[in-house]
C-alpha cells in the first residue's frame, strides 16, 4: 500500500538551531512531494514540493527539503529556527488513484514543531 | 494568500440539525476537495471535485454530501448532525497549471 510516514510526533528545537522534520514515503512511481505547514487556528500553507530536477528544494519562510530516491526520503529543513516557526508540518505524497490519470495526495500524520526561545 | 474562503469559521450546533459548510474560491479552479481534520492529525480526503457537476467520494467514509453547481463554490451538506461529526472541515483547490492545493482556513464544526 502506497503510504507516507513522518516518524516524529514532535520535533523541539532552541531558536537559531537548524531543524529537520522527517518524512518518508512507500509509493510506486515517481511520486511529487509537497510540505504544508499549519499554524494554529489556520488552514494549511504550501510550503514547497519537489517534482522533477535538483533534489534541494527551496521554499517559503526560509525552508528547503531533500529529495533522496535511495532512501525514499523528503526531509524538511531550516538552517536556523525561529520561535514562530512553530506549527504543525505535513509531508504528502501526490500518487495515482487509479489506472486512469486521476491523481490524489497522501497525507502524513503531522509534526509538531516546538521552537523553544 | 490563496483566494479560498470557508465561512463559518466555527460552528457549534445541536445533534440532529441540518447544516452546510460553504467554500468558494475566486481562482477558477476546477479541482476541489474536502477534507476531515482532527485536532493534530492527517487529513483525511472525504469529497472532491473535478469540475461542475463533478463530485466524488474520498478516502474516508463520510455522511455528509456536497455538490458543484459553480465553478466557484462547493459547499458540504450534513443533513443531521451527530456528535461523531464534530471536526475540522478543510476545503482546498487546485488550478492546472500548478500541482499546489490551496486551503481555505477550515471550519470548526461542534455537534452537542
Known amino acids: 500500500a502506497q503510504s507516507v510516514a513522518q516518524p516524529e510526533d514532535q520535533v523541539n528545537v532552541a531558536e537559531g538551531n537548524p531543524l529537520t522534520v522527517k518524512c518518508t514515503y512507500s509509493v510506486s512511481g515517481n511520486p511529487y512531494l509537497f510540505w504544508y505547514v499549519q499554524y494554529p487556528n489556520r488552514g494549511l500553507q504550501f510550503l514547497l514540493k519537489y517534482i522533477t530536477g535538483d533534489n534541494l528544494v527551496k521554499g517559503s519562510y526560509g525552508f528547503e527539503a531533500e529529495f533522496n530516491k535511495s532512501q525514499t526520503s523528503f526531509h524538511l529543513k531550516k538552517p536556523s529556527a525561529l520561535v514562530s516557526d512553530s506549527a504543525l508540518y505535513f509531508c504528502?505524497?501526490?500518487?495515482?488513484?487509479?489506472?486512469?490519470?486521476?491523481?490524489?495526495?497522501?497525507w502524513g500524520l503531522g509534526t509538531s514543531l516546538a521552537v523553544n526561545p | 494568500e490563496a483566494d479560498i474562503y470557508q465561512t463559518p469559521r466555527y460552528l457549534v450546533i445541536g445533534t440532529g440539525k441540518k447544516i452546510t459548510l460553504e467554500c468558494s474560491q475566486t481562482m477558477g479552479h476546477d479541482k476541489m476537495y474536502w477534507y476531515q481534520q482532527d485536532p493534530g492529525m492527517e487529513l483525511h480526503l472525504i469529497h472532491y471535485?473535478?469540475?461542475?457537476?463533478?463530485?466524488e467520494k474520498g478516502d474516508l467514509s463520510s455522511e455528509s454530501t456536497v455538490s458543484r453547481i459553480r465553478t466557484e463554490h462547493f459547499p458540504l451538506t450534513l443533513e443531521s448532525a451527530r456528535p461523531s461529526h464534530t471536526s475540522q472541515y478543510l476545503c482546498?483547490?487546485?488550478?492546472?497549471?500548478?500541482?499546489?492545493?490551496?486551503f481555505g482556513a477550515g471550519t470548526r464544526l461542534s455537534v452537542l
Open positions: 482546498a483547490s487546485r488550478g492546472r497549471a500548478k500541482n499546489i492545493q490551496y
Open positions: 504528502a505524497v501526490r500518487v495515482l488513484v487509479n489506472a486512469g490519470n486521476n491523481r490524489k495526495l497522501i
Open positions: 471535485s473535478y469540475g461542475v457537476n463533478s463530485t
